[in-house]
């Protein structure tokens, strides 16, 4: 039973260029979340989808930033025209059921972006 | 306004010692949880407890227990009998309920280091 699975694990970007970054959820879990985590700090929320709608990206920056997660196949996180300071770790998590309180959480190993 | 505070940026602890992680919350919901989670320096985020703000009884996992004082708004995380896998980040999280938000609110941190 495979976890939530991201990739690729690191990404080198120049200036510029683009990020993809992907995220496939735990089987049977229709609903995720993709959060950022900068060096030494705590991981911030950017969006949270399910299949093929955005329901909450209260998170994301208003440029460059995009995320979907289609009727078929993985979550993608975009980010265009990177700058240094996107460069951070990418963590998605998956869950199985809407959002209660006592629901549980399942993350990925994260991509770390690392910007030029 | 700070959702969680984490206090401690750095713990150092004996090995076997029992260790108290410190966390307090902030909100205006009656139904919320708040969760735990640990990430060593492979960088994933590992699930270790959860606590519901209905739940009479402190959260137990193995030699994980929550000291969960609603009053005060803390949700303590105590680790018994540290082993040296221990060493890691651990982050207290918190999920609202009432207000729809969808996400985890995490605290910046508490950098734990077992010595031998």
């Known amino acids: 039973n495979a976890g939530v699975m991201q990739n690729p694990r690191h990404l080198v970007r120049r200036r510029g260029q683009e990020a993809r970054l992907r995220c496939s959820p735990m089987k049977g879990h229709s609903h995720v979340y993709w959060y950022r985590q900068l060096p030494e700090e705590g991981l911030k929320f950017m969006v949270y989808?399910?299949?093929?709608?955005?329901?909450?990206e209260s998170g994301m920056p208003k440029e460059r930033f995009s995320a979907e997660f289609p009727k078929e196949g993985p979550s993608i996180l975009r980010i265009q025209q990177v700058v240094r300071g996107d460069s951070a770790a990418y963590f998605c998590?998956?869950?199985?059921?809407?959002?209660?309180?006592?629901?549980?959480?399942?993350f990925g190993s994260g991509t770390q972006l690392s910007v030029l | 306004a700070q959702k969680i505070t984490q206090t401690q940026p750095g713990m150092f602890v004996q090995e076997k010692e029992a260790v108290t992680l410190d966390c307090t919350y902030d909100?205006?919901?009656?139904?919320?949880?708040l969760f735990w989670y640990k990430q060593p320096s492979s960088g994933e985020m590992i699930f270790l407890i959860y606590?519901?703000?209905?739940?009479?009884q402190n959260a137990t996992e193995g030699r994980y227990s929550l000291n969960f004082q609603k009053a005060r708004k803390s949700a303590n995380l105590v680790i018994s009998a540290s082993q040296l896998g221990d060493s890691a980040m651990y982050f207290c999280a918190m999920r609202e309920a009432e207000q729809g938000a969808q996400k985890l609110v995490f605290g910046q941190g508490t950098r734990l280091t077992i010595n031998p």
């Open positions: 909100t205006s919901d009656q139904s919320y949880g």
């Open positions: 606590q519901g703000s209905y739940d009479e």
């Open positions: 998590a998956s869950s199985f059921t809407w959002g209660t309180p006592n629901e549980k959480l399942f």
């Open positions: 989808l399910q299949k093929e709608n955005i329901i909450d």
